[in-house]
């Protein structure tokens, strides 16, 4: 499995491909004390200013698209079946060419409530939610629907009777 969020990170690590660009475009402001991107504070900028979030996702989604893609490539052919998690793949412009869409959504008191165990503050949590496309949206777009909004346990039995659906096609 590869995750689009990871590889993100990853990428804004001191070295990364993408660390230079992100400073460069936000300044040292973002940094934390051992040099690392404060990913709290950037996100706070960004998801504060509709243009910041833009130029993040342009020095952003490339890169993780082209990672993600080269994952892909570099699997052996003998693997069945690969997942990429990406939260924002209708966002990035990335929706078609897939053998099936899973869209994983909750409802956004669950949402609120998850970002609100993560630090976040209600208007923080707001201005996430709104950043991307609405849940609905996605959902309507995707092949298959999974609710998050249960337990580890509904969640794991949702997800492998979808896998088992995408797997008989």
């Not at 990672?67 to 924002?88: C, G, M, N, S």
């Not at 899973?102 to 609120?112: D, F, K, L, T």
């Not at 849940?135 to 009777?161: P, Y």
Request: proline share 4%.
């Amino acid at each position: 499995m590869c995750d689009a969020d990871d590889m993100a990170h990853q990428l804004m690590e001191p070295g990364a491909q993408a660390y230079g660009a992100v400073v460069e475009a936000f300044g040292r402001e973002i940094l934390a004390r051992d040099g690392h991107v404060d990913r709290r504070r950037l996100g706070e900028r960004v998801f504060a200013d509709g243009r910041d979030r833009e130029r993040l996702n342009a020095i952003i989604h490339p890169l993780v698209k082209q990672a993600w893609r080269d994952w892909l490539f570099r699997r052996p052919p003998e693997r069945r079946a690969a997942a990429v998690i990406i939260p924002l793949l209708y966002e990035a412009g990335e929706g078609a060419g897939w053998d099936a869409v899973v869209c994983v959504c909750s409802s956004e008191a669950i949402q609120r409530a998850r970002l609100a165990a993560r630090g976040l503050d209600g208007q923080e949590a707001r201005r996430r939610i709104t950043a991307q496309m609405p849940l609905a949206e996605k959902a309507e777009r995707a092949d298959f629907v999974i609710l998050n909004d249960g337990t580890t346990d509904v969640l794991r039995e949702q997800t492998m009777r979808v896998l088992e659906r995408i797997l008989e096609k």
